[in-house]
T-cell receptor
Framework: DVKVTQSSRYLVKRTGEKVFLECVQD?????MFWYRQDPGLGLRLIYF???????EKGDIPEGYSVSREKKERFSLILESASTNQTSMYLC?????????????FGDGTRLSIL | AQKVTQAQTEISVVEKEDVTLDCVYE???????LFWYKQPPSGELVFLIR??????QNEISGRYSWNFQKSTSSFNFTITASQVVDSAVYFC????????????FGTGTSLTVIP
C-alpha cells in the first residue's frame, strides 16, 4: 500500500513565524502535491512537483514556497505565517505520466496560526 | 470557471436509505479521467474509483455504484442501503490528459447517515 506521511496532524504557530510542513511518500512516486482544504472551497492546489528540485505553482501559491531535495520528500513552507493561512493542509503523490493515476493522500495537517 | 461541480453541500439520510451524490464536470478534452474520493472524519482522502472518458460502463462495487454519462457530463455516485460508516465528505475530481496528473476537485458533499 502507498503510504504518504505528513509530519504533524495538528500544529499551532504564531503570526510571522516561518512554518515547515513535511510530507514523505514511500512508493517512489514522481509527482507530489500540496493542497489546502477550507470549508465550502474544497481542495485547492498550492504547489506541485514532477521531480526532484522541480516545482510548479498551483492555483494559490501566494505566501507559500516548497522544497523538493529528495524524491520522497516534499516540504511546504509558510515564509511568514498569517492568520488567513489557518487551514487543513493535504499532501498527495502519484506516478508521473498519464493523467489517469490516482493521487494518494496523507492524513492532513490542521494548522492554526494565532 | 469551476471544472467540477458538486451542487449538494450536505446530505443527511437515515440508515439503510439509498443516496446519490451528484458530480458534474466541464472539459473540452476528449481524453480525461474522473475520480471519487472519500474523506472520513480522520481526514485522509481515500481513493474509491477512476473512470476514463472512453468507458461509459457503469460500475458496481458492493453497495457502491457509479453512473457515468458523457451526454450530461455527469459522474454520479450512489450508495445503496447506507450505513453509519458511510458518513464522510465525498469529493469528485477531474484530470485532463496532458496536464501531468493535475486534479480539479469539486467542493465536496458532506454525507451524514443517521442511525
Amino acid at each position: 500500500d502507498v503510504k504518504v506521511t505528513q509530519s504533524s496532524r495538528y500544529l499551532v504557530k504564531r503570526t510571522g513565524e516561518k512554518v515547515f510542513l513535511e510530507c514523505v511518500q514511500d512508493m517512489d512516486h514522481e509527482n507530489m502535491f500540496w493542497y489546502r482544504q477550507d470549508p465550502g472551497l474544497g481542495l485547492r492546489l498550492i504547489y506541485f512537483s514532477y521531480d526532484v528540485k522541480m516545482k510548479e505553482k498551483g492555483d494559490i501559491p501566494e505566501g507559500y514556497s516548497v522544497s523538493r531535495e529528495k524524491k520522497e520528500r516534499f516540504s511546504l513552507i509558510l515564509e511568514s505565517a498569517s492568520t488567513n493561512q489557518t487551514s487543513m493542509y493535504l499532501c498527495a503523490s502519484s506516478f508521473w505520466g498519464s493523467s489517469n493515476q490516482p493521487q494518494h493522500f496523507g492524513d492532513g495537517t490542521r494548522l492554526s496560526i494565532l | 470557471a469551476q471544472k467540477v461541480t458538486q451542487a449538494q453541500t450536505e446530505i443527511s439520510v437515515v440508515e439503510k436509505e439509498d443516496v446519490t451524490l451528484d458530480c458534474v464536470y466541464e472539459t473540452r478534452d476528449t481524453t480525461y479521467y474522473l475520480f471519487w474520493y472519500k474523506q472520513p472524519p480522520s481526514g485522509e482522502l481515500v481513493f474509491l474509483i477512476r473512470r476514463n472518458s472512453f468507458d461509459e460502463q457503469n460500475e458496481i462495487s458492493g453497495r457502491y455504484s457509479w453512473n457515468f454519462q458523457k451526454s450530461t457530463s455527469s459522474f454520479n455516485f450512489t450508495i445503496t442501503a447506507s450505513q453509519v460508516v458511510d458518513s464522510a465528505v465525498y469529493f469528485c475530481a477531474l484530470s485532463e490528459a496532458g496536464t501531468g496528473n493535475q486534479f480539479y476537485f469539486g467542493t465536496g458533499t458532506s454525507l451524514t447517515v443517521i442511525p
